[in-house]
């Protein structure tokens, strides 16, 4: 399958400071990646669709200006939480959009878990 | 209305027996994809098993089987014989029409006791 990769795997960071988190598609292009939140023992919720060369779509209820997505190149999205504070504190999982011929298929990072202090 | 039903939030299973995990949803649109998700504490999501809405047969990936019910709208998974490395968390998800966002269900905690 499709591999994809995240970095960092995790982060601490003060409260009111930025962080940024890097997914990558190591061995294919996506032009479509997509960016999920998970709390504990609970589903994923998806932020943000990532469009390489557009602007991201939000989901209802996602602050843009507070999670900024950038899809700069056919292999690399970013995702950085602007000014985090602690209720910031999650999972963050990404995926890539694979084409295939019943359709899409979607393949995930290993996640980036956020802890703000 | 919820799209995907996972009605289990735990299930048990003796290792090297099989299980089956539930799973429903709800799609108006003909043209679908059902996915499986494995994912261990370790966070990464791993993608199991894919079913489209097309398909004639079920999916099969190994031990891991899809029990496609159109009809019903129904997806379960079944995993046979259980590892005690299966123990995880089980996420149902479908995609509506061909490209574009899936969406998840609840999830079900499998644990294999030895």
């Known amino acids: 399958g499709a591999v994809v990769s995240q970095h960092p795997s995790r982060v601490i960071c003060k409260s009111g400071t930025s962080v940024k988190i890097e997914c990558r598609s190591l061995d294919f292009q996506a032009t479509t990646m997509f960016w999920y939140r998970q709390f504990p023992k609970q589903s994923l919720m998806l932020m943000a669709t990532?469009?390489?060369?557009?602007?991201?779509?939000?989901e209802q209820g996602v602050e843009k200006d507070k999670f900024l997505i950038n899809h700069a190149s056919l292999t690399l999205s970013t995702l950085t939480v602007t000014s985090a504070h602690p209720e910031d504190s999650s999972f963050y999982i990404c995926?890539?959009?694979?084409?295939?011929?019943?359709?899409?298929?979607?393949?995930f990072g290993p996640g980036t878990r956020l802890t703000v202090l | 209305a919820q799209k995907i039903t996972q009605t289990q939030p735990g299930m048990f299973v003796q290792e090297k027996e099989a299980v089956t995990l539930d799973c429903t949803y709800d799609t108006s649109d003909p043209s679908y994809g059902l996915f499986w998700y494995k994912q261990p504490s370790s966070g990464e999501m791993i993608f199991l098993i894919y079913q489209g809405s097309y398909d004639q047969q079920n999916a099969t990936e190994g031990r891991y089987s899809l029990n496609f019910q159109k009809a019903r709208k129904s997806a379960n998974l079944v995993i046979s014989a259980s590892q005690l490395g299966d123990s995880a968390m089980y996420f149902c998800?479908?995609?509506?029409?061909?490209?574009?966002?899936?969406?998840f269900g609840d999830g079900t905690t499998l644990t294999v006791k030895p």
């Open positions: 990532s469009n390489e060369g557009s602007k991201a779509t939000y």
């Open positions: 995926s890539a959009r694979v084409a295939g011929m019943g359709g899409d298929t979607q393949y």
């Open positions: 998800a479908m995609r509506e029409g061909w490209a574009g966002k899936s969406t």
